[in-house]
């Protein structure tokens, strides 16, 4: 599979199967780097989900940690 052949639903099935919810999102950021340096580099035409793909956020920390 090429960074053209990749789709919002095979996003969201990785992120739905994945265990580590936060490693994951995070993964999803490296992935959208990814596909803008292969854009910029002349690799691919175009993103391919590019503002289609909407991950909800991390809950907000509960507990702070203090000096």
Same mark, same amino acid.
Request: zero cysteines.
């Given at each position: #599979?090429?960074?053209?052949?990749? $789709?919002? !639903? ?6 739905? !199967?994945?265990?580590? $919810? ?5 993964? #999803? ?5 990814? =596909?803008? $340096?292969? =854009? ?14 909407? =991950? ?9 940690? $203090?000096?």
């Amino acid at each position: #599979m090429g960074f053209n052949d990749i $789709k919002p !639903r095979h996003v969201y099935q990785y992120v739905d !199967r994945a265990e580590r $919810k936060t490693g994951t999102r995070q993964e #999803m950021k490296v992935l959208s780097h990814a =596909l803008t $340096k292969a =854009l910029e580099w002349g690799l691919i035409d175009r993103r391919s989900f590019k503002g289609e793909v909407q =991950l909800t956020g991390e809950k907000a920390r509960t507990r702070y940690s $203090k000096d």
